[in-house]
């Protein structure tokens, strides 16, 4: 049999400065009462304007992972960032932690798979243990949504939903038989890929965008962004809320009796669903279909948001730093997101 991997070490972060519902209501037009009934959130963090970055966050959180693991940042061989909201369009934020934490010339690979990204990143991971690839892999989720949202009424459906933050795990050879992740599951359907998305900057020229802005009539160049593009809001977040709703509710059940049924156990045999935090109604939903307790769902949405590729490593390590996961407990993790795709892992803990 392969080796199978484990978490070894876990940690996060989060900034200090708190938005409630009720401070963003001097920027648009919302309320604490309809941010809270549609979402379930209370407030989020968001980084320094100028002194965090995507990057430094995910630094914070891996230091904790890294000392947790018992390890060193010169122990680690491999890196997997996994955000939407990187430091730069290129290069990727997994070179630029590798570089701010001092660490050998080891391979980093950044992940785009937004909502899903860390259970990407650790599906990923997991198959670089299993073959003996690598012995200590940093695997990070982190995102700066402050950066890009518009606090204007005009994007208020978006903009009170995110916020910023970090997570990070260290995954490690399993010690004891049975031990470590069980299996993971990706999936992926992009025929609706432009109900939640940023368009621009971009390289498409509008290839499968209808309406929009166009560009400027000449030979070369003009076709990454345009004056109009950014004046008029196009170059914002868009979001279809209630179609992303329809589909994750369906999506998120459907992907975590995928893991259980391919290790032969039942939604009972949950210790601990760790969901990403998109949703408190989504959560609650799923939690109702699977006929699960408030004690085995671990939400903290509405403390920091949706923070994207970093909510299920910052809500796992609340989770067990609240000491909610124990040795042997079965831990679920699920994510639905942009693109759109979906995921979830099974870990016995």
């Known amino acids: 049999m392969m080796q199978r991997s484990k978490i070894a070490g876990i940690g996060y972060y989060v900034p200090r400065n708190v938005y409630t519902n009720q ?73 630029l932690l590798q570089r701010e934490m001092k660490m050998k010339e080891i391979g980093a690979l950044d992940i785009r798979n937004q909502c899903s990204g860390f259970v990407y990143a650790l599906s990923i991971a997991d198959q670089f243990i299993k073959t003996g690839m690598y012995k200590n892999i940093l695997v990070v989720g982190s995102e700066k949504h402050s ?53 621009y900057p971009g390289a498409h020229a509008n290839k499968w965008l209808k309406d929009m802005p166009g560009y400027p009539d000449q030979e070369l160049g003009g076709l990454f962004l345009t004056k109009e593009q950014l004046e008029g809001g196009a170059a914002l977040p868009y979001m279809d809320g209630p179609a992303v709703f329809k589909k994750a509710v369906v999506k998120f059940p459907e992907v975590i009796n995928e893991a259980l049924a391919a290790n032969n156990l039942t939604a ?51 989770a067990w730093e609240a000491g909610k996961i124990m040795d042997g407990d079965l831990v679920c993790l699920a994510a639905f997101g942009s693109g759109f795709t979906w995921a979830s892992a099974l870990i016995r803990w």
């Open 23 to 95: 401070d963003l209501s001097r920027f648009m037009d919302t309320s604490d009462e309809w941010i809270q009934e549609r979402t379930g959130i209370k407030e989020r963090r968001f980084a320094d304007r100028l002194e965090e970055t995507t990057t430094t966050m995910g630094v914070a959180a891996a230091k904790i992972a890294i000392e947790r693991a018992g390890i060193t940042a010169q122990d680690v061989d491999f890196i997997i960032f996994a955000t939407l909201s990187p430091d730069y369009y290129f290069p990727g934020c997994g070179v």
């Open 147 to 199: 950066f890009a949202m518009d606090f204007e009424t005009r994007s208020r459906n978006v903009s009170v939903i995110f916020g910023d933050g970090a997570g990070a795990v260290v995954l490690q050879p399993a010690q004891r038989e049975g031990q470590g992740i069980l299996s993971t599951h990706l999936h992926s359907d992009g025929a609706d890929a432009e109900l939640l998305a940023m368009y």
């Open 268 to 318: 009972a045999d949950i210790d601990l669903l760790v969901p990403h935090q998109a949703n408190l109604r989504i959560s609650q939903y799923v939690q109702q279909l699977l006929g699960l307790s408030d004690d085995q769902v671990f939400n903290n949405i509405q403390k920091y948001g949706n923070t994207t590729a970093a909510s299920v490593p910052i809500a796992l390590c609340e």
